[in-house]
């Protein structure tokens, strides 16, 4: 999980990432793919695949493994940052990558620029960093599930990013705008701030304490709790303007331990405000303060949302699969999946 060096990117060929498409079909039923079966995707004879493939072993975009059973490839995160960049770049989204701007546990976020000039914010989601258990705590994208790939839960993150993204920012919330997406890489506005854990000194901490309540609770009040509200996941401009970032841990205001989060974002602004800029509040939200109004968890079926309001609606559905995620993408983006394959060909 290095850094992203796009310099091979230019240099590869249609065949290349017919490859690299077909090592990614494969690994949907099988966690090594021969090459047999890859050369059959590809559509391409087996001594010209076998060349290609140890090409894109050579630049680190594909891992080959052998066993005892079976002997084949991978993809990695290096092969399943070009197929996404190559998505975007033909959407013309994207044209160049520029600088790397941050590193988080479990993504990477770099400046990159699309055909007008304009410079978005790209964050590639990279699961796998932390433990599975911390994992398995702290998403529900697995359900179940005994074996995971990493590549596909970091695909289910990002998808469930921009979908809360999407609908908050067409809400009015201080999120960055959503630009597209694309397997586990999210296209964003560039937001000009600081993260809250950079600044020192405020010109009235009173007021943006305030700001940061009222804000946990107008989540609320739209089903919504943030889960991770802290000043790792917060920004701000030069004139102390608030844009949340960061946040596939939502969870619905219906969740069984959705009190405990609630109490846990308040705490986390509460102690961060006395111990960095010595200001103390006794005022601030409970849960009891919720007075739900909107029912932003069902539209994005957010995690824990009781089994009442699964029943109201197509969406409503455990967030996971990749079935309910599509219905959800193809709602925001008012198409019919049904119609075209075509029309819906960026979710796969």
């Not at 230019?10 to 077909?22: C, E, M």
């Not at 391409?44 to 290609?52: F, T």
């Not at 997406?181 to 405020?202: K, S, T």
């Not at 219905?327 to 198409?335: G, H, Q, S, T, V």
Request: aromatic content about 12%; overall charge neutral; hydrophobic content about 35%.
């Amino acid at each position: 999980m290095g850094k992203l060096n796009v310099v091979i990117l230019r240099y590869l060929s249609r065949d290349d990432f017919r490859v690299l498409t077909a090592v990614e079909m494969g690994m949907k039923n099988h966690e090594i793919v021969p090459v047999s079966l890859l050369s059959s995707i590809a559509s391409l004879k087996h001594g010209g695949c076998n060349k290609i493939l140890r090409e894109l072993v050579k630049h680190k975009l594909v891992v080959y493994e052998r066993t005892k059973a079976v002997q084949g490839y991978r993809l990695n995160y290096g092969g399943y940052d070009y197929l996404a960049l190559k998505t975007l770049c033909s959407r013309e989204v994207i044209l160049s990558v520029g600088n790397q701007m941050g590193v988080g546990k479990e993504s990477d976020i770099y400046i990159v620029a699309s055909p007008n000039e304009e410079q978005y914010a790209l964050k590639l989601h990279r699961l796998g960093r932390t433990s599975f258990r911390n994992l398995k705590n702290k998403r529900d994208y697995h359900q179940h599930r005994r074996n995971m790939s990493w590549l596909y839960l970091s695909r289910l993150s990002a998808m469930k990013e921009f979908a809360y993204m999407k609908a908050l920012y067409d809400r009015g919330f201080p999120v960055p705008k959503p630009v597209d997406y694309n397997r586990h890489a999210v296209v964003m506005e560039l937001i000009n701030g600081y993260p809250l854990c950079q600044v020192h000194e405020l010109q009235d901490p009173s007021a943006l304490y305030s700001e940061f309540m009222d804000l946990i609770v107008k989540l609320a009040n739209h089903g919504l709790i943030h889960g991770d509200f802290n000043e790792f996941n917060l920004m701000l401009d030069d004139q102390d303007h608030i844009t949340m970032i960061d946040f596939p841990q939502m969870v619905s205001t219906s969740h069984p331990n959705a009190e405990w989060y609630f109490d846990r974002d308040v705490k986390c602004i509460k102690d961060f405000f006395a111990k960095r800029f010595n200001y103390e509040s006794e005022l601030f939200p409970t849960f009891k303060d919720i007075r739900r109004s909107f029912s932003l968890d069902v539209e994005v079926s957010a995690s824990g949302f009781s089994k009442d309001l699964e029943k109201n609606g197509d969406l409503l559905h455990p967030a996971g699969t990749e079935k309910n995620t599509l219905k959800l993408f193809c709602y925001l983006y008012k198409i019919n999946p049904y119609e075209s394959s075509e029309s819906c060909s960026f979710l796969h």
